[in-house]
């Protein structure tokens, strides 16, 4: 079967804030794409961008996470989409059989609201031979911290842990000796090298 995992820039974080004189309200979008992937801006604390991609801006665009969504649709058996809480209206309507994964990330920064920011959904399309209980059963629910910053691809801010690609396969049901899998956004290459990590152990655990 044919199956991919899409790690895009995630889409803006847009905000309604009540400071305008008279007491109005204005909507603002930060660019996630471009802070971290592109030319945008960031703040001083900010981690080092990982990469720089000439079409990040891309990402701010909701239609763009659509047509990806699209694009899996129609070429993908199985496929699994990383983003967060407030991106996943970008992807909406799922189709009927997409479901939701959480990501917990016991250590992630909190964020500065008033709910501390502690999960990412991963919206997963399990190819439909692979939908019933029969064989292995993937809890819906991760708890794994992401890489730390420091050194190597562990610094590459997006990158994903090594549990996170595994967790996400076997959900796909992910057999490294027929499926051919395609990582569409590499970034630090740790999901490649995390299914490849599968395939020399004889396939999902
Ligand atoms: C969230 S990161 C992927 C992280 C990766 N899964 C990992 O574990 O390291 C998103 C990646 O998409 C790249 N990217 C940004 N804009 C893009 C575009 N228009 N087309 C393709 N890739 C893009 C970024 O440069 C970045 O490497």
Do not use: C
Not at 16 to 44: I, M
Not at 54 to 62: M, S
Not at 115 to 121: A, D, S, V
Not at 178 to 186: G, I, M, Q, S
């Amino acid at each position: 079967m044919r199956l991919a995992i899409a790690d895009p820039p995630y889409p803006p974080l847009f905000r309604e804030r009540f400071d305008l004189a008279g007491g109005g309200s204005r909507v603002t979008a930060r660019s996630r794409a471009t802070r971290w992937y592109g030319e945008g801006p960031r703040s001083k604390t900010d981690a080092p961008r990982a990469d720089v991609h000439p079409e990040a801006a891309k990402w701010d665009d909701l239609s763009a996470h659509r047509e990806l969504l699209l694009h899996l649709v129609e070429n993908f058996d199985g496929w699994a989409i990383a983003t967060t809480p407030d991106g996943l209206g970008a992807y909406h309507p799922l189709p009927m059989n997409a479901q939701i994964m959480a990501w917990e990330r016991p250590t992630a920064m909190p964020g500065g609201g008033r709910l501390i920011e502690r999960w990412e959904p991963v919206i997963v399309y399990i190819p439909v031979e692979r939908r019933t209980r029969a064989g292995m059963r993937v809890s819906n629910v991760l708890v794994a911290n992401a890489p730390s910053a420091r050194g190597g691809r562990r610094s590459f801010v997006g990158a994903k842990p090594a549990e996170w690609t595994r967790w996400v396969l076997d959900a796909l049901g992910y057999d490294p000796a027929t499926d051919e899998l395609v990582d569409l956004f590499p970034g630090s290459g740790a999901v490649s090298a995390a299914a490849d990590g599968m395939l020399s152990l004889g396939g999902a655990e």
